[in-house]
Nanobody, 124 residues
Framework: QVQLVESGGGLVQAGGSLRLSCAAS????????MGWFRQAPGKEREFVAS????????RYADSVKGRFTISRDNAKNTVYLQMNSLKPEDTANYYC?????????????????WGQGTQVTVSS
């Protein structure tokens, strides 16, 4: 069982930066692939970024590539999402998710555990 708690969201102007954190409970965090997803009002949940259990493999949605960076610290049971050059279209509720041996990291159905989300609002 893994419990996830996101933090770091807030209101920022376009062009600004935020760093999201996702703290995980449990001793097996290092065995899980992790992902960040987001959902805007009236839209489906969409993939943002993922990182393998070792941190050796990362993937990004085209819309955030070059602006967002996912990382993890297994000693602290935490995964991060550094978001730079934010745009109004990045406004959404951001969720972290954990899954074991996730083959298709962009598919939310492949993740077993989800956090409650943290709101990111980017003003123009």
């Amino acid at each position: 069982q893994v419990q996830l708690v996101e933090s770091g969201g807030g209101l920022v102007q376009a062009g600004g930066s935020l760093r999201l954190s996702c703290a995980a409970s449990g001793r097996t965090f290092s065995r899980y692939d992790m992902g960040w997803f987001r959902q805007a009002p009236g839209k489906e949940r969409e993939f943002v970024a993922s990182i393998s259990w070792s941190g050796g493999t990362t993937r990004y949605a085209d819309s955030v590539k070059g602006r967002f960076t996912i990382s993890r610290d297994n000693a602290k049971n935490t995964v991060y999402l550094q978001m730079n050059s934010l745009k109004p279209e990045d406004t959404a509720n951001y969720y972290c998710a954990a899954g074991r041996t996730v083959i298709s990291t962009s598919n939310p159905n492949n993740y077993n555990y989800w956090g409650q989300g943290t709101q990111v609002t980017v003003s123009s």
